[in-house]
């Protein structure tokens, strides 16, 4: 099973950024899909999650309103909109999956590799 998160970089205070994430070894529509962040000297922490078909999303309160997650069921990519960037969102994103939904932040079955995403003010 492999999670190839991508997308992260450098951007200004209320820029914007898409990142995605590109699985493979699983059956994709049979898992819910989460975007996770962990800053440095932080704990990691829930950003976003999607259930299987995409019908349903729910995310962090401090995101609510300026990032979107998305999926692709034919593409096996889930992608995070993330717009009026804030410093205190750089951190280093990573996907996961999860057979359950809502997702249990502990007990998701894979994760991916992290993509970086620095915000300057």
């Known amino acids: 099973v492999q999670l190839q998160a991508s997308g992260g970089g450098l951007v200004q205070e209320g820029g914007s950024l898409r990142l995605s994430c590109t699985v493979s070894g699983l059956i994709f529509n049979n898992y819910a899909m989460a975007w996770f962040r962990q800053a440095p000297g932080k704990e990691r922490e829930f950003v976003a999650a999607i259930n299987w078909s995409g019908t349903h999303t729910y995310s962090r309160d401090s995101v609510q309103g300026r990032f979107i997650i998305s999926r692709d069921n034919i593409k096996n990519t889930v992608d995070l909109q993330m717009n009026r960037l804030k410093p205190e969102d750089a951190a280093v994103y990573y996907c996961?999956?999860?057979?359950?939904?809502?997702?249990?932040?502990?007990?998701?079955?894979?994760w991916g590799n992290g993509t970086q995403v620095t915000v300057s003010s």
């Open positions: 996961a999956a999860d057979v359950r939904y809502p997702i249990t932040p502990l007990g998701m079955h894979h």
